[in-house]
C-alpha cells in the first residue's frame, strides 16, 4: 500500500510539474486584470513545503518594504532571572520568569508566538518543552538565536517585523501586496518574504554559520520547496517561476 500510495503521489508531482508557470510579474499583471473591480483586496502568496520525518515546520520574520496588513502583536515569553529578567521585562516582553512556566506552557494555560531563553535555561526547559514546542517552531534554539543572553537586544530586532509560519503540512500563506500596488511594491515584498522562507528552510545559510549546520554542529536538513503560487480574492492561483 505504501509503494502505491508513493507512486501515485510520483505520477501526480509529475503533472503538477507540467502546468504552466508564470514569471512573478506576468502574474501579477493577470491576477489584476482580474480584480479590476476590486482594487482593495490582496495578493495571496502560497508556498508549499515538503516536511521529511521529524522536521519542525519553518518559521520566520520578515519585514517587507511595503506592508500589504499591519503586523500582528507578538506575545513574548522569556525564561531569564535576575538581571537579564529585568532587562526582558523593559524591552517589552510580556511574559518572564524561571522553571514555573514550564507546566503552564506544556498544558497550553500559558501561550506565546514568541519564546527565548537565557543559556542556562535550555537544558532544565528541554525534557518538558522540546516535545511540545520543538513541532511548532517555538522551542527556543541557538541556531535561530532565540536561546541568547542578549535577550533585550532580540526583542528589539522583533519590532518593525511580522512573523510567518507554515501549517503542519508544510504550507505557507500570506498576503504580499494590495491589488493597487505598484508591480514594483509586489516583486520587492514577494523578493523579501521568499528570502526569510529559503533562510529558514536551509535553502540560504547565515553569513559565517556553516554550510548546512545547526547551532550544534549537526547538519542541518534542507526543506524543499515544492511550489510558490499567487492568487487573489477572485482570481486563479498561478504558479510561480522565478523564485
Sequence with gaps: MESKRRRKAAAAAKIDDKREKLPLSEAVKVLRAVEVASPNCSYELFVKTTLGSGMAVPKGRVSLPREAK??????????AEGKKADEARKAGAHIVGGLELVE???NNRIRATTILCTPEFIKPITPRLGRVLGPLGLFPSERRGT????VAGYIKKLSGT??????KSGNIRAAIGMLHFPTED???NFQHFM???KRATG????????ARRGG???IKRVIPIAKVMLSSKSGPGIRIADF
Aim: overall charge negative; glycine content about 12%.
Design 70 to 79: 499591519p503586523p500582528k502583536e507578538d506575545k513574548i515569553l522569556v525564561f
Design 147 to 150: 536561546v541568547t543572553n542578549d
Design 203 to 210: 535553502h540560504i545559510h547565515e553569513q559565517g554559520s556553516g
Design 186 to 188: 509586489v516583486v520587492s
Design 195 to 197: 528570502t526569510s522562507v
Design 104 to 106: 503552564g506552557i506544556a
Design 162 to 167: 511580522s512573523e510567518w509560519r507554515a501549517d
Design 216 to 218: 550544534g554542529g549537526d
